[in-house]
């Protein structure tokens, strides 16, 4: 078993954990009920923490975790559709000419 990622929101804790067991890597989430104790005990001591129960998939669930949380400049990244080469803003997962779905989701 190996620590992956720690964050302050279990929510967030909760969504990542998903996806790595969408993708067939086992895990689990400790200090998820800890953020209560905040105050009491420093607060990064209490952020959820996923741990990864197989070593060997420790590197591809770094590989989605870095993917997940990578920041994007919604403002600037746009996308072309594939069915009607039409450019579309990034925040829109349809693209508005054609209805056609965004090719990454």
Known sequence: MQKLYCCENPL????LKNILE???ISCLIRNE???ATAGEV?????WPEIWVNDSAQFEKAELLINEATRERNS???????????EV????????WKCSEMRNEY
């Open 42 to 46: 420093p607060p990064i001591l209490a």
């Open 22 to 24: 969408n993708n067939g």
């Open 33 to 35: 009920s800890l953020h």
């Open 88 to 95: 579309n803003e990034r925040q829109f997962a349809i693209c």
């Open 12 to 15: 967030t804790a909760r969504h």
């Open 75 to 85: 403002s600037t990244e746009e996308w072309r559709c594939n069915n009607c080469n």
